[in-house]
């Protein structure tokens, strides 16, 4: 994998935590409308043009809400932020990204795109897990203060009740099946 920060992007508990993401089976789902919403609301809030709900996969980054980059499914990982933002408990803040060395030889900083601030808060698991994240970005530099963290770790609390729905839906439905063919 292309890794374009110069630190590691892999957590620990790598294997579990991607065994953990497929068994949502989220990445396949085209039905993603709660968390477009999710994102809708965070690009409104935070007044970014971008904002994703994101799941960090092993070799690529899925946007399952995405506000501001609607052609965009996914990306590969070793280029994607939300691949930071597994690696820690606590908001990723990034207020301009052309400070940050770490970020300097990433495309989507030093190319066109021109990513300027990017936050994050991880989705974890009841266990521990971080699946990925909701993050806002800017093509400018911003300010991010404590109480813009706590809005947007209550968006990606919102997101994590969302995807344990998702998987409570997926199990009754797996049941509903298993009756019937009996």
């Known amino acids: 994998m292309n890794n374009t920060f110069g630190v590691s992007i892999i957590p620990d508990n790598e294997v579990e935590r991607v065994k953990k993401l497929h068994d949502y089976q989220i990445l396949q789902s085209e039905d993603n409308g709660p968390f477009k919403h999710i994102a809708a609301l965070a690009a409104h809030v935070f ?85 990925g994240s909701v993050c806002i970005v800017d093509k400018e530099p911003r300010e991010f203060g404590i109480d813009d963290q706590i809005t947007l770790e209550y968006m990606a609390k919102l997101a994590m009740d969302e995807l344990e729905l998702w998987k409570c839906k997926l199990y009754s439905e797996s049941r509903l099946q298993d009756s019937s063919a009996q």
């Open 47 to 131: 007044k970014v043009p971008i904002a994703l709900v994101s799941f960090v996969d092993s070799e690529r980054v899925f946007f399952k809400g995405n506000v501001g980059m609607e052609d965009v499914t996914d990306v590969e990982r070793g280029i994607s932020l939300c691949s930071l933002s597994v690696m820690r408990q606590q908001a990723t803040v990034f207020k301009d990204a052309l400070k940050e060395p770490c970020l300097l030889k990433n495309p989507l900083v030093a190319g066109e795109f021109g990513l300027r601030f990017y936050a994050a808060v991880p989705l974890t698991t009841h266990d521990g897990y971080n699946l």
